[in-house]
């Protein structure tokens, strides 16, 4: 089992354990727990993009943009179809609009789908028409995405970017000393904490829905993920779980399952044990159908 930094092993569980964070979360904050637990799965969302921003650039380099749309087709755009249709199924017809804005990945409930597609989508067009520029052509987008997005996607702005940064510099990363990764892991974490703490100042917080505020929660959401993001490193058991690295495999059902299910998450522990029974067996036949069938045949 590798234990290269940012090996696929180490990925693939960290797509997991980011995965299972923000089910879980989703339910703490049904019950009305104190709003400092989104932090959590928003952190969480800040890591699964920074390793699919990674994961793309690490493909790119072997591949080119070889069977690029193809591969987002047969992972990610027909799987995401089949489950909106379930939904529709059975929460009832919203409309053609709504229907169609959401499969084409404009707006939806499932907000992260349609923003981690738009993140591939200008990828793409970098990669494909600008890519000696892919750096000032991300930081632009960056902050164009900071300063006009709705909150919940604008603290997300460089951590797709961050991703690709990272892939960038494998090679003399992975040459670093544990003690290197530690001081970063350290650093990453005093930072986030001091702006989450910040965020909780009354006067700070009063700028919620602001420019300003949006700033404040990008330096909250990826640095946190930084220490997440070393875990593996740290924690050698860690990449060895099996559980892990299924829920890594099965990360895009685990996040698109669960939430249908959310509202009706008694607090109670019979409920919370019902609901994991019921996502882990729901994702499991969503991905199966998912890589059996719609991979492929397409």
Known sequence: MSTLFLSRQQTTVLRGIAAIIIAL??????????RVVNIAGSVSVALFLLLSGFGIHESYKVNGLKDYWHKKLKRIIVPYWLFLAVVTLFQGWPGWKVFLLDACFIQSDFWFIPYLMRCYLVYWIVQRWLSKWLIPVFIIIGFIALNTLQQIEAEQSFSFFAGIMIS??????????????????????VIGTAFMLLKEIPAVHAYKGTLIYNYILLFIKLPLAIPLLL?????RFLQQSRLLYLAG?????IYL?????????????????????????????YYTINTKFIAKYL
Not at 25 to 34: D, E, K, L, R, T
Not at 231 to 235: A, N
Not at 249 to 253: D, G, Q, T
Not at 272 to 279: A, E, N
């Open 168 to 189: 960038r510099s494998i090679d003399s990363l992975r040459q670093k000393e544990k003690s290197f990764w530690l001081k970063v892991g350290i650093v990453s974490f």
């Open 249 to 253: 495999l099965a990360s895009l059902e």
């Open 231 to 235: 875990l593996p490193t740290f924690i």
């Open 25 to 34: 979360f989703h339910v703490f904050i049904a019950w009305q727990w104190p």
């Open 257 to 285: 399952v669960h939430l249908p299910f959310v509202p009706y998450v008694e607090e109670s522990i019979q409920s919370f044990l019902l609901f994991i029974l019921v996502v882990t067996i729901c994702t499991y036949i």
